[in-house]
């Protein structure tokens, strides 16, 4: 296929995204309430389940329950549309939890947004909530120390806190308070992070950044992980406040009933997912 044909395909996707959105999107947001979470894209194996109960299957334009903890397979990926307008991309063999959801459109300063990556790679978009008191977004990376998170609210910050786990983090815009290990640290828009496992925190430029994540061949991956999410793009112009979050590959995925393994039926749009290993609305 030619260059120019896929720039094609691209925009009419971007296209149906953005109609999607701003129909769509805008009716649920009406709606009130925690509402669902809608599955926008999807590519290859996309997964979730509710608590101890056995893992469903999505497919794109399904409905999540808030409260569900979200697993891709391997060459997966999707993008998550929430009630406020909020995008949430999802790169391959990820494991997002949404710990709380709740949307107030008459009274947004009420809402309260919790995120939790315990493993893989996502690119968040906020919506209504976020636009509107980004203190309302609470996103955690890594297992454990909740509760610590949720006091050490600041108004106009993101609460970003990460519990011993390595994590580079990227600030499209707008501004977010780091926490690691009983540390508070200002993150402002451009401005790209490196956590490391043992606490320690480096703020600096791609380059280096990338040379502090190759010293590892977890870190390698982290970061090629980290790169395809910053090649998932949202419409332009449709959010201000845009962050890109990649953990460690995990070790743990045996409970998600294999979802890398042979012959895993792919779902979706595009079955057998993206080279790349994410999804692009564009």
Same mark, same amino acid.
């Given at each position: 296929?030619?260059?120019?044909?896929? #720039?094609?395909?691209?925009?009419?996707?971007?296209?149906?995204?953005?109609?999607?959105?701003?129909?769509?999107?805008?009716?649920?947001? +009406?709606?009130?309430?925690?509402?669902?979470?809608?599955?926008?894209?999807?590519?290859?194996?996309?997964?979730?389940?509710?608590?101890?109960? #056995?893992?469903?299957?999505?497919?794109?334009?399904?409905?999540? /329950?808030?409260?569900?903890?979200?697993?891709?397979? #391997?060459?997966?990926?999707?993008?998550?549309?929430? /009630?406020?307008?909020?995008?949430?991309?999802?790169?391959?063999?990820? *494991?997002?939890?949404?710990?709380?959801?709740?949307?107030?459109?008459?009274?947004?300063?009420?809402?309260?947004?919790?995120?939790?990556?315990? @493993?893989?790679?996502?690119?968040?978009?906020?919506?209504?909530?976020?636009?509107?008191?980004?203190?309302?977004?609470?996103?955690?990376?890594?297992?454990?120390?909740?509760?610590?998170?949720?006091?050490?609210? *600041?108004?106009?910050?993101?609460?970003?806190?990460?519990?011993?786990? =390595?994590?580079?983090?990227?600030?499209? +815009?707008? *501004?977010?308070?780091?926490?690691?290990?009983?540390?508070?640290?200002?993150?402002?828009?451009?401005?790209?992070?490196?956590?490391? +496992?043992?606490?320690?925190?480096?703020?600096?430029?791609?380059?280096?950044?990338?040379?502090?994540?190759?010293?590892?061949? @977890?870190?390698?991956?982290? *970061?090629?992980?980290?790169?395809?999410?910053?090649?998932?793009?949202?419409?332009?112009?449709?959010?201000?406040?845009?962050?890109?979050?990649?953990? /460690? /590959?995990?070790?743990?995925?045996?409970?998600?009933?294999?979802?890398?393994?042979?012959?895993?039926?792919?779902?979706? =749009?595009?079955?057998?997912?993206? =080279?790349?290993?994410?999804?692009?609305?564009?």
């Amino acid at each position: 296929m030619r260059i120019n044909e896929v #720039a094609g395909i691209r925009s009419l996707r971007w296209l149906a995204l953005a109609l999607w959105i701003a129909l769509g999107g805008l009716a649920l947001a +009406q709606t009130g309430g925690t509402g669902g979470i809608v599955v926008t894209e999807t590519s290859g194996v996309l997964r979730y389940r509710i608590g101890d109960s #056995a893992l469903l299957t999505a497919t794109k334009g399904q409905i999540i /329950p808030v409260g569900a903890r979200i697993v891709t397979g #391997a060459n997966s990926g999707a993008v998550l549309t929430f /009630p406020d307008g909020m995008l949430v991309a999802i790169g391959e063999q990820s *494991r997002l939890r949404v710990l709380e959801f709740r949307y107030l459109p008459t009274d947004v300063v009420k809402s309260r947004v919790v995120l939790n990556l315990t @493993d893989g790679s996502v690119r968040i978009a906020l919506g209504a909530i976020g636009l509107r008191e980004p203190s309302l977004i609470q996103l955690q990376v890594g297992e454990g120390g909740l509760s610590k998170a949720l006091e050490r609210l *600041r108004a106009g910050e993101i609460n970003l806190s990460v519990y011993n786990i =390595a994590v580079l983090v990227q600030v499209g +815009q707008g *501004r977010i308070s780091l926490n690691v290990a009983d540390r508070s640290i200002a993150l402002v828009s451009g401005q790209s992070v490196l956590v490391q +496992q043992s606490g320690f925190v480096l703020v600096s430029g791609a380059a280096q950044l990338g040379e502090a994540a190759d010293q590892s061949e @977890d870190g390698r991956i982290m *970061r090629s992980r980290f790169d395809k999410m910053l090649g998932t793009a949202f419409a332009p112009g449709t959010r201000s406040i845009v962050i890109t979050l990649s953990t /460690p /590959p995990g070790r743990d995925f045996s409970d998600d009933v294999l979802l890398s393994a042979p012959g895993t039926a792919a779902t979706g =749009a595009a079955a057998g997912g993206n =080279a790349g290993g994410s999804v692009s609305p564009n």
